[in-house]
């Protein structure tokens, strides 16, 4: 294992997050503090309490996991992406690494920004809402394991990408409605049953119901099915990748 | 270095070919041997393949067909223990615009295994005057300048072998003499290097041995010394004031050559020959009561040479 290539793309990583502080850290921040103003305080005022928790608090796990999956996969496919857009990339193919150390060092660079990036909002929103986490461990490993699947998830959208366009469209299009609908801001019960049916569809209600029950006991779905939605979610991401290294898709020519 | 160490083979090309989609011939059939310590100047016109070969051997470009060995390890099966002893400078100045100077060579360190060291890095700067911009942003750089921070990335490793594709391509004179100070340093430490041109001038200013590169075929591969004499011809060209039927017998020894419908002599000679023949030639000129009007002479360029070889190879 070339421990030393891992490091230094992971370092070059967070160094150039450091760079872009503003984008990578502050400006989720802000937009957090905004969804706690207008839905927190605006919406707030009308529903106070979804299942016995003040809507304020109710809606914290979502705004982290709408963030953390988001910057998760802009980081990861930015991170890729830009070695190819910039031919920076050579280097990388010419290096003694292995595919699986690249995904490492990258993906790592980027699942460790959005742990950092969800523990922020975690923090800012204790300065909003009261909260109490019953299960910390399981908040813990529910968010480390989302960060990791999206930039794993990320990283594929920068391989696949030719184009800036094509990094943006994948999370505008498909991402941020799928968390908008995915229980964020209210708690899927609330949705008449042909919607209730529907959502169980979309990967991120899982995730957020997941995220969720680690703070409030409370859940759309088993805690036991969100895990594994994302473990399956994981595991599709990884056979994406090792066939993406395996045919040298858009990589080498 | 001793003879027998500078005759092993560091790079064995076998049988590579390269096929662009859909179906375009990059290279075709190449084999070539790299020796120990040398240092071989791929030469051949834009498009030959020169690039291709490289990314091929670095591991940028996979082989259509074909193999290659770096100190007898396949490049594809053992791609640790090949990549790790080599260098690439590329065409491009492909560098990250936003990285001082100092951070991505110490990562192109990091990323072909070898632990951290300052010293090393510090001696490599300083070496390419790159010391005092060790904290420029690489964007800030000019040109020349970038092309130093390349191969200082390149060398950053401390490779064996050392691949420079077209290094001089676009670099004030100044750069260009410490690249070659520099080559020749490398050399003497034991560094094999591999560089691609279209320039005669710089294969023989720095190579050993040359290899002809032309539309994805190895034209040909030769001592430098052996290939310049070849190289090294003029052709004299003599415009008459009569056209000619045929040379007259008493011209036979210069191996003249009638063009423009007899219109035109060609006489071609070695410039490096102590004797070049045209001072003989134009007394029996006008001996034979030959007179021109007009006379030119031209050195023979890549391009006849290229056309030249393929002759002789079809
Ligand atoms: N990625 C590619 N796809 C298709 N054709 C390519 C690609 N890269 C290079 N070529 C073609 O292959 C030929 C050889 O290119 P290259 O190796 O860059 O030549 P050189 O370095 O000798 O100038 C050129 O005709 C070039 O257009
Ligand atoms: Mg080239």
Not at chain 1, 104 to 114: H, M, W
Not at chain 1, 151 to 167: H, P, R, T
Not at chain 1, 240 to 253: L, P, S
Not at chain 2, 196 to 209: F, G, L, S
Request: aromatic share 10%; hydrophobic share 45%.
């Amino acid at each position: 294992m070339n421990t030393e290539a891992v490091k230094s793309i992971y370092i070059f990583e967070m160094n150039r997050a450091r760079r872009t502080i503003f984008q990578s850290i502050i400006s989720p921040v802000i937009s957090t503090a905004l969804y706690f103003i207008v839905f927190g305080s605006a919406i707030g005022s009308r529903i106070t309490q979804v299942d016995g928790v003040s809507y304020g608090s109710f809606i914290v796990p979502g705004l982290i996991m709408l963030s953390v999956l988001t910057q998760s996969i802009a980081n990861a496919s930015f991170g890729i992406y830009f070695p190819k857009f910039t031919g920076t990339i050579y280097e990388i193919l010419s290096a003694p690494v292995s595919s699986f150390e690249i995904v490492l060092g990258y993906v790592g660079a980027a699942a460790t920004k959005s742990l950092i990036l969800g523990l922020v909002i975690l923090a800012t929103a204790y300065l909003f809402v009261p909260l109490q986490i019953a299960h910390p461990l399981w908040m813990i490993s529910f968010l480390v394991l989302t960060c990791i699947t999206f930039s794993l998830f990320g990283f594929i959208i920068g391989v696949w990408a030719d184009g800036f366009e094509k990094l943006q469209i994948i999370p505008l299009l498909v991402i941020t409605p799928l968390v908008f609908l995915g229980g964020t801001f209210y708690s899927i019960s609330m949705l008449p049953p042909l919607w209730q049916s529907i959502s169980m569809f979309n990967p991120v209600v899982y995730l957020v119901s997941g995220f969720r029950w680690s703070f409030f006991e409370m859940a759309d779905v088993n805690v036991g099915l969100s895990l594994f939605m994302i473990a399956l979610f994981l595991t599709t991401c990884l056979v994406i990748i090792w066939r993406i290294f395996k045919t040298g898709y858009k990589i080498k020519d | 270095m001793q003879r027998n160490q500078t005759n092993q083979s560091v790079i064995r090309i076998e049988g590579l070919n390269k096929t662009y989609e859909p179906d375009f011939e990059a290279l075709r059939k190449i084999n070539l041997t790299i020796r120990r310590g040398e240092i071989f100047a791929l030469l051949g016109p834009n498009g030959a393949g020169k690039t291709t070969l490289i990314s091929i051997i670095c591991g940028i470009t996979s082989p259509t067909s074909g193999r290659v060995l770096i100190n007898g390890k396949n490049i594809v099966r053992d791609y640790r223990a090949t990549r790790s002893v080599v260098g690439l400078v590329p065409q491009e100045l492909t560098t990250d615009a936003f990285e001082t100077v100092w951070h991505t060579v110490s990562f192109t360190r990091g990323l072909f295994g070898k632990k951290p060291n300052p010293r090393h890095i510090e001696k490599i700067l300083r070496q390419l005057t790159l010391w005092a911009k060790k904290d420029e942003r690489i964007m800030n750089l000019s040109g020349g300048m970038k092309r130093r921070v390349l191969i200082a990335k390149a060398l950053s490793h401390e490779p064996d072998i050392l691949f420079l594709d077209e290094p001089t391509a676009g670099v004030d004179v100044e750069l260009r003499k410490d690249m070659w100070d520099l080559v020749r340093g490398l050399q003497k430490n034991g560094v094999t290097i591999i560089l691609t041109t279209h320039y005669i001038e710089e294969a023989e200013e720095m190579a050993d041995r040359i290899g002809i590169i032309n539309r994805g075929e190895l034209i040909l591969v030769e001592d430098k010394k052996t290939l310049m004499r070849k190289l090294g011809t003029k052709r004299l060209y003599l415009e008459l004031q009569q056209p000619l039927e045929k040379i007259p017998a008493r011209l036979k020894p210069y191996d003249l050559k009638l063009a423009n419908d007899g219109n035109c002599i060609v006489y071609t000679y070695d410039t490096r020959a102590k004797k070049t023949g045209i001072t003989a030639l134009l007394q029996d000129l006008s001996e034979s009561k030959i007179k021109f009007r007009d006379l030119n002479t031209s050195k023979s360029s890549l391009e006849d040479i290229f056309v030249d070889l393929l002759k002789e190879n079809t």
